[in-house]
């Protein structure tokens, strides 16, 4: 069975692990505390780079979670997730490199900066630059490809539902508030919905992590190049 190397709240395991329900995949969680376990031995052996998510199928590895989105759309064909007509393909993976490019380091800035900073208002600029971006391109299509859901809907949609929880609200962009409401209805976005409380706990700690993280790094480069 394929085994998902993960953490609950990780922004880039999330459009992994809701890719593999919506495609019906039998598979097995494994989670990695990110609290200091992704620099173990173990964890290294399977990616040097010390981050989740990490897909196990049988005896072979994926790393990099737009290549394990790539590697079962095409391992698992059925249902697709991904368009092969040029233009929804390509607006399906502008969705996602902007959510991902943009969006997500944007969202850092917010969870990590305080209200009236400058960064927290460059982040929030950030957001507004892409929201008005994606409402553009979902105009009145129910998903972004149209009918059913693709991997922009598996990538966006765990980022842009959480916006209002950092108080960016969806109102100013009436298409993506019913997409992100449409797709928090579907009974695979509320398997990974985080609890209020596994919410608040993922904010107060994200904002000390990045630094335990540089520490751990500054470590391993000296191990790496002693
Ligand atoms: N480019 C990687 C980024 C993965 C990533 O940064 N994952 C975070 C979790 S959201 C992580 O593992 N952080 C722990 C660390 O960097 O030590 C991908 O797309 O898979």
Do not use: C
Not at 59 to 67: G, T
Not at 148 to 157: Q, S, Y
Not at 220 to 226: A, E
Request: net charge neutral.
């Amino acid at each position: 069975m394929l085994k998902l190397y993960y953490a609950r709240p990780s922004l880039f395991a999330r459009p992994i692990w809701l890719t593999l329900l919506e495609k019906q995949i039998p598979f097995e969680l494994v989670s990695v505390n990110l609290g200091g376990d992704q620099f173990e031995p173990t964890f290294l052996e399977l990616n040097p780079f010390g981050h989740v998510p990490v897909l196990i199928d049988g005896d072979f590895r994926v790393i990099e979670s737009q290549a394990i989105l790539d590697y079962l759309e095409a391992k698992y064909p059925t249902p697709s997730l991904l368009p092969q007509a040029p233009e929804m393909l390509a607006k399906v993976r502008m969705v996602q490199f902007v959510a991902l490019n943009e969006l997500l380091p944007a969202i850092v800035g917010l969870l990590l900066n305080e209200t009236a900073t400058a960064d927290f208002q460059y982040a929030e600029a950030r957001v507004g630059n892409t929201l008005r971006f994606l409402e553009g391109l979902l105009g009145d299509a129910s998903f972004f490809a149209g009918e059913p859901i693709t991997l922009a809907e598996t990538v966006a949609g765990t980022l842009i539902p959480v916006l209002p929880k950092l108080a960016i609200p969806l109102t100013s962009y009436p298409r993506l508030q019913a997409w992100s409401e449409r797709l928090l209805a579907r009974p695979t976005w509320q398997t990974i919905q985080l609890s209020e409380e596994e919410w608040n706990d993922f904010r107060r700690h994200f904002k000390v992590l990045p630094r335990v993280w540089q520490r751990r790094r500054r470590q391993r480069t000296q191990i790496l190049t002693s």
